[in-house]
């Protein structure tokens, strides 16, 4: 059996991230479903951020480190930070009640542009710093 591509795994994992997110939100709620279970764009962040900066700290821990690797790591996980707080403060214009009968404008900063921000940059650390061809 052949092992996925790259490609594949960049874009299954954070896409499987958000359905279960998804079903988890709304069996917690325990209502019908909401558009925002599927508010997942800071979370991608988060995922990215974390797997990131373990790969950082294994990364710093041989005994010399690629140095190509080590920077793209670096100056990723601070694009993710500078991502994550526009996405929190996004999210905190756009989630406000008031705002649903926006629905349509809303869908698209909250469920399109904030996740496929999450599902790039998770992508982008899978193929630019750890390396995955």
């Given at each position: 059996?052949?092992?996925?591509?790259?490609?594949?795994?960049?874009?299954?994992?954070?896409?499987?991230?958000?359905?279960?997110?998804?079903?988890?939100?709304?069996?917690?709620?325990?209502?019908?479903?909401?558009?925002s279970?599927?508010?997942?764009?800071?979370?991608?962040?988060?995922?990215?951020?974390?797997?990131?900066?373990?790969?950082?700290?294994?990364?710093?821990?041989?005994?010399?480190?690629?140095?190509?690797?080590?920077?793209s790591?670096?100056?990723?996980?601070?694009?993710?930070?500078?991502?994550?707080?526009?996405?929190?403060?996004?999210?905190?214009?756009?989630?406000?009640?008031?705002?649903?009968?926006?629905?349509?404008?809303?869908?698209?900063?909250?469920?399109?542009?904030s996740?496929?921000?999450?599902?790039?940059?998770?992508?982008?650390?899978?193929?630019?710093?750890?390396?995955?061809?």
């Open positions: 059996m052949n092992p996925p591509s790259p490609l594949t795994l960049a874009l299954a994992i954070p896409l499987i991230f958000i359905l279960v997110g998804a079903i988890g939100r709304k069996l917690i709620r325990g209502t019908t479903w909401d558009r279970d599927f508010y997942f764009g800071p979370q991608l962040c988060l995922a990215t951020f974390s797997s990131d900066a373990l790969f950082l700290g294994e990364l710093f821990r041989q005994p010399q480190p690629t140095a190509s690797q080590a920077i790591g670096l100056l990723l996980i601070v694009v993710v930070f500078a991502v994550y707080i526009w996405l929190l403060s996004l999210h905190q214009d756009w989630q406000q009640p008031e705002r649903e009968h926006r629905s349509k404008t809303q869908f698209c900063w909250l469920v399109i542009l996740n496929s921000l999450g599902t790039g940059l998770f992508a982008a650390f899978v193929f630019l710093v750890k390396g995955l061809r």
